[in-house]
């Protein structure tokens, strides 16, 4: 017999011995990693994009009213959106459902145009992008590997706010006066939404996905698109999602009741992500007593001037509120999405 065969004859017994058959390699382009960098990417380019602009405050413009509505607008909308997005899933598939979540991201930045036009597609459409890219994370990855993989995408988004917010204090550190963001800054970033449902396309769908160990992803449930939201509604029964539905409504609609100057609002952007990722939970606790105790102080003491520069005295008593709130919702958003399955 050959030495190149893959049998072996042992000469005593005369017994043939057939060696396990090795698992085929994981081609990159399918491995759980390689999706979660995807979807990493598009969570980068999408929300990470809308959250950098979302930290100045009212997305940047000058209307603090107007803004404060545009974000009423699209939250309200996200929740049937979140509700049917397992059905839509389930009618089409995760890589297209990751792209038209993607694409409403890009509407909502271009909001010093059509601002509310912009909040309407992106409440309909940003559903359905989180919902499913905690799907594809919690559903593709290794039981072994899923904290990496988590770590891997939440690590992206959060990269996202700290790069939109150094953008958003670069090109308008030198406004000290209230107002708007520059033109040209919604313009960035416009141009990074717009390829994040270019990325999400580059997604494998779960049965052309392979593990590190060669098993194919389990397949998703492909129930009718009715059920799917039916049984996404029945999981508002549960208490740990009625509790991450308090700090979502808690947190997650910071008023920008404060005026502060344009570069003010570009420095927050970047300290929320920062105060996100330094703190974790605690800054939850935090953001609850904190407002608690700065609502007595706003009612006791109105304030005295128009505008808070970081040159005006007592602007941070007015200014770290603000910043801790929207800290806390992107933890809480963070944290509710990577909780381990219920056992």
């Not at 009715?226 to 549960?238: G, Q, S, V």
């Not at 007593?289 to 007015?318: F, G, Q, S």
Request: with cysteine; net charge positive; proline share 6%.
């Amino acid at each position: 017999m050959s030495p190149a065969s893959v049998h072996s004859v042992e000469k005593e017994d005369k017994t043939t011995v057939v060696p396990a058959p090795a698992a085929a390699p994981v081609p990159w382009f399918r491995s759980t990693y390689t999706q979660a960098l995807v979807t990493g990417v598009a969570s980068f380019l999408a929300p990470g994009m809308y959250a950098a602009c979302a930290a100045t405050g009212a997305g940047g413009l000058a209307d603090v009213k107007i803004g404060n509505a545009s974000v009423a607008v699209a939250f309200a909308l996200i929740v049937p959106s979140a509700l049917v997005a397992t059905g839509f899933i389930s009618k089409f598939n995760v890589r297209t459902s990751l792209a038209v979540g993607a694409a409403g991201y890009a509407p909502y930045a271009a909001a010093l145009w059509f601002l509310v036009v912009g909040a309407v597609i992106c409440g309909l459409t940003s559903g359905i992008f989180w919902v499913t890219e905690g799907t594809i994370i919690m559903v593709y990855s290794e039981p072994a590997r899923k904290g990496r993989l988590v770590a891997l995408w939440q690590s992206l988004f959060n990269l996202a706010t700290l790069v939109g917010g150094a953008i958003n204090l670069a090109l308008n550190v030198d406004i000290s006066k209230p107002g708007g963001l520059r033109p040209r800054t919604y313009l960035v970033f416009v141009g990074l939404s717009s390829c994040a449902p270019l990325v999400s396309l580059l997604l494998s769908n779960p049965r052309e996905v392979r593990r590190a160990d060669g098993r194919p992803v389990p397949a998703l449930p492909a129930e009718g698109f009715l059920k799917e939201a039916w049984l996404t509604i029945l999981e508002l029964r549960h208490p740990r999602v009625l509790a991450a539905a308090f700090l979502w409504s808690h947190s997650l609609f910071v008023p920008s009741f404060f005026n502060f100057s344009v570069r003010v609002r570009g420095m927050s952007s970047i300290v929320q992500p920062v105060l996100a990722i330094i703190c974790q939970r605690t800054v939850i606790a935090l953001c609850l007593i904190w407002v608690m105790v700065d609502l007595v102080h706003i009612k006791n003491h109105p304030a005295e001037v128009v505008v808070y520069d970081w040159t005006t005295a007592r602007w941070a008593v007015w200014w770290f509120p603000a910043v801790l709130g929207s800290a806390a919702a992107w933890v809480s958003y963070g944290y509710s999405e990577s909780c381990p399955e219920r056992g």
